[in-house]
């Protein structure tokens, strides 16, 4: 029983690194789509000012 719980705990650490890690990237991705938004915006702006 000690060792599924250890097996059990590894599985759970394992799937939360990963899940930081994908949730980490997306983030990124999110932020470097909406600095591109922004920067053809801020871009636009400054053309019309």
Known sequence: MNEFDTV???IMNECI???LIY???G???YLM???KK???FT???LKIA
């Open 23 to 25: 949730a980490f990237s």
């Open 33 to 35: 789509n909406d600095w």
């Open 8 to 10: 059990m705990t590894y």
């Open 17 to 19: 690194i990963t899940y």
């Open 43 to 45: 871009i636009r702006s």
């Open 38 to 40: 922004w920067k053809k």
């Open 27 to 29: 983030f990124i991705t």
